[in-house]
């Protein structure tokens, strides 16, 4: 989701990628909260961060959102990124109850995402 806002918001000025620790499986109740929204992200594909640090590019910005219990396993990029940020968002993966309540919290975190990226991009670009 938030590579998402990120695009959708500010893809002149940022190229984004979305890792994970491991790829997995996108999470359909995310793609369902996101079309609420008008966003499509059904053909997006899940990666793993060390697909994506074998490329050895240099990264401006590496923002990770690993909630409070993962924050631990959330990777660090020494020498690959000139600023590291750590957001904690609840992990919709995690999430129990019944398929109303999901919904709910995962449009809970998709909003708290928007906005921070919102934030974030309004104090980064001029």
């Not at 690993?66 to 919709?92: K, R």
């Not at 129990?96 to 906005?115: F, H, P, S, W």
């Amino acid at each position: 989701m938030a590579e998402t806002f990120l695009n959708t918001f500010a893809s002149d000025t940022f190229e984004t990628m979305s890792a994970g620790i491991e790829p997995g499986v996108l999470n359909l109740l995310a793609v369902e909260v996101m079309k609420e929204i008008g966003i499509d992200i059904s053909q997006n594909k899940t990666k793993g961060v060390f697909d994506l640090l074998k490329k050895g590019e240099f990264i401006s910005y590496v923002i990770t959102v690993c909630d409070a219990v993962n924050a631990e396993v959330c990777p660090v990029f020494p020498g690959l990124s000139t600023l590291q940020i750590h957001w904690s968002f609840p992990d919709p993966s995690t999430f129990t109850g019944t398929y109303e309540k999901m919904l709910n919290q995962i449009r809970a975190v998709r909003d708290e995402i928007k906005e921070k990226i919102e934030a974030w991009i309004r104090g980064v670009i001029p």
